[in-house]
Nanobody, 121 residues
């Protein structure tokens, strides 16, 4: 069992930065790939980024490539999402999830409660 708690969301001006954190409980954190997803108002939840169990592989949706960086620290049971040059269209609730190295949500067994990111224009 893995419990996930996100933090670091907030209100930021366009062009600004935020770093999201996702702290995991449980001794099996390092065995899971970790993903970040987001859901904007009135839209489906979508994939944002993923990092493999050892941090060796990452993948991003096209719209965040070059602006967002996903990383993890297995010693701290934490995954991060550094978000730079934020745009209003990045406004959403951001969720972290633990599962297999995949882009589809059904491959993730554990989810956090989400953290709100709002980017003002």
């Amino acid at each position: 069992q893995v419990q996930l708690v996100e933090s670091g969301g907030g209100l930021v001006q366009a062009g600004g930065s935020l770093r999201l954190s996702c702290a995991a409980s449980g001794r099996t954190f390092s065995s899971y790939a970790m993903g970040w997803f987001r859901q904007a108002p009135g839209k489906e939840r979508e994939f944002v980024a993923i990092v493999s169990w050892n941090g060796g592989s990452t993948y991003y949706r096209d719209s965040v490539k070059g602006r967002f960086t996903i990383s993890r620290d297995n010693a701290k049971n934490t995954v991060y999402l550094q978000m730079n040059n934020l745009k209003p269209e990045d406004t959403a609730v951001y969720y972290c999830a633990a599962g297999t190295y995949a882009l589809v949500q059904r491959e993730y067994s554990y989810w956090g409660q989400g953290t709100q990111v709002t980017v003002a224009s």
